[in-house]
């Protein structure tokens, strides 16, 4: 086996998938084994496959699926028609969920819903298969082994990987690169190969922005290698900036702070020079107003004194107009009692 092989080997056996592939089923078509591929996500075997039959019993085409709402499949995969509580069907609506937009997808890109067709072409039919990522390239390998007659499919994608990984060269490869993959491959784990390459493209090495640094393969691939050198000097530099930034902020905060602590302070200083001069002009003004009060209580007290006086004069004056009365009218009888003597 030579060191390439080996690589392969190691990276079938590093590699997780997060679902199964189904096991080919005779009765189905190739749109219906991605249904069987996109159910296997939520059920086992035996029981995504009694789904599709469910399905194909409740429908009288796929179409008819593909417009149903979501709570009306999920009750037609269980088989209680096309009405069920929400309850009843809680359990399977994210597979139904899934089934639905596998066949919206096909729709989309195929203005159909047969894949057959693949058949005919596999070149062509990995370019379509690379643009389907709910189904994703893991099960779509799987649809294109079963197209080729179980042939090795090699796509773009598979490719990239590969190149990548340092394994083949994607310059000039396009017409021979299943004779230049083949080999690789170890007998009888075709199938897994496909699976694996295409989990790897699907989750990590995506065309444009690889996730190299989150890859169980990055140790063992030279552009993994350098992509995530790259992200971690990247991120390096992004934990200076935000250290800068986090420093420049501090700085500008405690400016913000003492600026503040400054205006607090003068504004202090200013409410305490204006309160004391209101003391102050209160004070005075109290003091005026004392005064005031004063001369006019000493004002009040003398014109009462003058008032008393004036009382006093009058009674006086009274008194003696009284007496001076009371004098001639005595007088008065006097000369009367002396006129009649006489």
Request: hydrophobic content about 40%.
């Amino acid at each position: 086996m030579s060191k390439k092989s080996d690589q392969v080997v190691k990276v079938l056996e590093r590699i997780k998938p997060r679902w199964p592939l189904p096991t080919p089923v005779k009765d189905l078509n190739l749109l219906e084994h991605g249904m069987l591929a996109v159910l296997l996500r939520h059920f086992d075997q035996r029981k995504a496959e009694a789904a599709i039959a469910a399905l194909k019993k409740g429908y009288a085409d796929w179409n008819e699926m593909r417009v149903a709402q979501t709570q009306e499949v999920a009750a037609q995969m269980l088989g209680l028609g096309r009405r069920a509580p929400r309850s009843d069907v809680d359990p399977v609506l994210a597979a139904a969920r899934d089934v639905r937009e596998f066949l919206q997808e096909v729709f989309q890109k195929t203005h159909g819903l047969e894949l057959e067709f693949l058949r005919e072409d596999l070149s062509a039919s990995s370019k379509l298969v690379q643009q389907m990522p709910h189904l994703g390239l893991a099960s779509g390998g799987f649809l294109l082994w079963l197209a080729g007659d179980r042939q090795l499919p090699v796509h773009a994608a598979m490719v990239r990987v590969l190149d990548r990984l340092g394994l083949v060269t994607r310059a000039g490869l396009a017409k021979k690169a299943r004779d230049v993959v083949g080999p690789l491959v170890p007998e009888g784990s075709e199938l897994r190969f496909v699976q694996i390459l295409g989990e790897v493209a699907d989750r990590w090495c995506d065309t444009r922005k690889p996730v190299c640094w989150d890859c169980p393969l990055r140790e063992d691939c030279p552009f993994g290698k350098k992509v995530a050198q790259e992200h971690k000097v990247q991120l390096e530099r992004m934990e200076a900036q935000r250290k800068r930034d986090e420093a420049k902020r501090l700085v500008f905060e405690k400016k913000e702070a003492e600026k503040r602590k400054k205006e607090a302070e003068r504004l202090a200083k200013k409410a305490a020079i204006d309160n004391a001069k209101l003391e102050k002009s209160r004070a005075r003004q109290a003091a005026i107003d004392a005064k005031k009060r004063a001369l006019e209580d000493a004002k009040q007290k003398k014109q009462a004194e003058l008032a008393k006086k004036r009382a006093l004069a009058e009674k006086a004056k009274a008194d003696a107009a009284k007496k001076a009365a009371i004098k001639a009218k005595s007088a008065a009888k006097k000369q009367a009692k002396s006129g009649k003597k006489r």
